[in-house]
């Protein structure tokens, strides 16, 4: 069980570094006060961006609680992957809300280019991290097709369909 938190640390980590590495890209590639007049010019669309991402994380995180109650679910919790999975889409949600609140205030305040790079920043890890989200989800729908899918053929061969010989 360590061994998978250090992977899912290093996960973050890395999301945290490809960011950083593309907001670097892209100072070095351009300018950093006309970086900071295009995010603060194009704030109020980036903060509709990211508002759409917190609306779906928290959607998806919600709809996670509701499969919990569920025999996948509870088969989650059993293994300890409900935890990983509810982690996961709460940190999208996070990110999201923070990167919409900063957008917002970049917006206002139009004068601080720390405050504009520290949005920037936000926005390019809410964006790496929508890819996660996506891959997270299309994973979780999978295991749970799976699930269902063994629960049927478990449940067929108990019930002798399967041509095997009949439980009593």
Same mark, same amino acid.
């Given at each position: 069980m360590k061994q998978y938190r250090k992977i899912v640390l290093w996960a973050y980590v890395v999301e945290v570094l490809f960011a950083g590495l593309a907001q670097s890209a892209i100072i070095l590639l351009s300018d950093a006060p006309k970086v900071a007049n295009f995010v603060n010019? &194009?704030?109020?669309?980036?903060?509709?961006?990211?508002?759409v991402l917190l609306a779906a994380a928290l959607a998806v995180w919600i709809v /996670?609680?509701?499969?919990? &109650?569920?025999p996948f679910g509870e088969w989650l919790m059993w293994r300890g992957a409900m935890r990983v999975y509810s982690q996961a889409f709460a940190y999208a949600v996070v990110l999201y809300a923070g990167g919409t609140v900063l957008l917002i205030i970049?917006?206002?305040?139009?004068s601080s280019q720390v405050l504009t790079h520290i949005a920037l920043f936000a926005l390019l /890890? @809410? &964006?790496v991290n929508l890819v996660t989200m996506v891959m997270t989800t299309k994973d979780l729908l999978q295991l749970q097709a799976e699930f269902r899918q063994?629960?049927?053929e478990f449940d067929r061969e108990k019930s @002798? &369909? /399967? @041509? @095997?010989?009949?439980?009593e």
């Amino acid at each position: 069980m360590k061994q998978y938190r250090k992977i899912v640390l290093w996960a973050y980590v890395v999301e945290v570094l490809f960011a950083g590495l593309a907001q670097s890209a892209i100072i070095l590639l351009s300018d950093a006060p006309k970086v900071a007049n295009f995010v603060n010019d &194009t704030a109020g669309a980036w903060a509709s961006f990211t508002g759409v991402l917190l609306a779906a994380a928290l959607a998806v995180w919600i709809v /996670l609680f509701q499969v919990a &109650t569920t025999p996948f679910g509870e088969w989650l919790m059993w293994r300890g992957a409900m935890r990983v999975y509810s982690q996961a889409f709460a940190y999208a949600v996070v990110l999201y809300a923070g990167g919409t609140v900063l957008l917002i205030i970049c917006m206002s305040i139009k004068s601080s280019q720390v405050l504009t790079h520290i949005a920037l920043f936000a926005l390019l /890890l @809410g &964006t790496v991290n929508l890819v996660t989200m996506v891959m997270t989800t299309k994973d979780l729908l999978q295991l749970q097709a799976e699930f269902r899918q063994r629960q049927k053929e478990f449940d067929r061969e108990k019930s @002798g &369909t /399967l @041509g @095997g010989p009949k439980a009593e």
